[in-house]
């Protein structure tokens, strides 16, 4: 079955195209990108680096700029996923989603109303374990943003590995795979990239208990 | 041990990870998976309890092999369908289906106390088709569009037609305590 990944380079998303990729054939990349910073479906710091993702990872991106208002970003999800449909042919949609009954509805109601699958192979999956498998396979990933306290500025940049996920999951109260918003992520390498991407310069902004670490400028290299 | 039966499109699908794999985390241990085109009555009777769990949106094979199911008939372990498993245990009990679309979070009414649950519910919805249950079932709960949950009448065997994985895994712990 042709399939569309939302991607929005972060950890989930690719960790959803892992799996996807493993059981059926992943034809593009879909991505909404909103100019919104708190935009309620997607992921905002870093989104303009899908680019190179899709560079990296070997797939057409098809994207589409929202503003980020609430209700009118999901227009442009559907937009993304009716080009996906004309322009490669894809019969169904990936998504990162694991808890969110809010992002996961609205997301199976554009399949519906598009007659394309709905895929979420991360679904109520036990938030510590996707973070213990995206090390144990090797994934590249970093904290480049921060929305709650405790997070200081030290967490922006920092690769997830063994040691930042045990701290990850010792923090109380905050969902340590971040899908409540507490931390954003943006994946460099993955078992599927052909290239890995190396950042060659990058800007961190913080205040009052959040941030982001912009990445400005990267090259692809060899793996 | 506990059977769950994956309805999905083909075995070892990309849906057993949203379908069948949170289900098998609430049941933690003592159980085995196996797809429903693989399952045969003899080896059914193994099992002390059987949960037949749900299918993506888009996904209808299951219910062009609904003779795969006949074994549903003659079981004598308490069995759980949960939306897609709902709709193929009314089927081969002499139940119809309607068409009735349901996506997203849901209020849903209590009709009968039942061992499953005990109270109106706010549930996760996710299927196109409902249920009209031959005399053989009583209903348990409904919504404003369709019946929710039904039980066999002289059988352990329940339907449920949301997903009790998101938000009521109670439902399903209370199912397994079932003798």
Not at chain 1, 162 to 179: D, Q, R, S
Not at chain 2, 150 to 179: A, D, S, T, W
Request: proline fraction near 3%.
């Amino acid at each position: 079955m042709k399939l569309g990944i939302l991607f929005s380079g972060g950890k989930d998303s690719c960790l959803a195209l892992y799996r996807a990729m493993q059981k059926e054939e992943v034809v593009c990349l879909l991505t909404v990108i909103s100019k919104n910073p708190e935009s309620f479906m997607f992921h905002t710091p870093n989104i303009h680096l899908t680019e190179k993702q899709a560079e990296a990872i070997g797939l057409p991106l098809v994207s589409v700029v929202t503003e980020g208002e609430k209700e009118k970003e999901l227009k442009e999800l559907k937009e993304v996923m009716e080009r996906g449909k004309e322009e490669f042919g894809i019969e169904g949609v990936v998504t990162g989603t694991i808890e969110s009954v809010y992002q996961a509805a609205r997301i199976q109601k554009i399949c519906d109303s598009l007659k394309l699958w709905c895929f979420n192979p991360l679904w109520q999956k036990n938030q510590e374990e996707i973070l213990k498998e995206l090390v144990e396979n090797g994934f590249e990933v970093l904290i480049t943003g921060v929305f709650a306290e405790p997070f200081g500025r030290e967490w922006l940049g920092k690769r997830i590995d063994k040691e930042v996920v045990k701290k990850l999951v010792e923090i109380e109260g905050i969902n340590p795979a971040g899908e409540g918003g507490e931390i954003e992520t943006t994946v460099l390498d993955a078992p599927f990239f052909r290239k890995r991407i190396k950042v060659k310069g990058r800007e961190i902004k913080f205040e009052n208990n959040s941030g982001i670490m912009e990445i400005k400028k990267v090259e692809l290299v060899e793996k | 041990m506990i059977l769950l039966v994956d309805l999905c499109y083909k075995k070892d699908s990309l849906s057993n990870y949203e379908f069948v794999r949170p289900i098998a985390k609430i049941v933690e241990k003592n159980f085995a998976v196996k797809h429903y085109t693989e399952l045969v009555p003899e080896e059914v009777k193994k099992y002390e309890k059987i949960i037949l769990c749900g299918t993506a949106l888009k996904d209808k094979s299951y219910l062009e092999n609904i003779e795969k199911f006949a074994w549903l008939k003659s079981v004598n372990a308490p069995v759980l369908g949960i939306c897609a498993g709902m709709q193929v245990i009314a089927l081969t009990f002499g139940s119809e289906l309607t068409e009735a679309k349901e996506i997203g979070m849901k209020w849903i009414k209590l009709v009968k106390e039942n061992k499953l649950f005990s109270r109106d519910l706010y549930v996760y919805e996710l299927h196109g088709f409902g249920v009209k249950p031959s005399n053989e079932f009583e209903v348990l709960a409904e919504s404003d569009k369709c019946v929710q949950a039904i039980k066999h009448k002289e059988k352990e065997i329940y339907g449920i037609m949301f997903h009790p994985e998101v938000r009521q895994e109670e439902i399903v712990r209370n199912f397994l305590k079932i003798q």
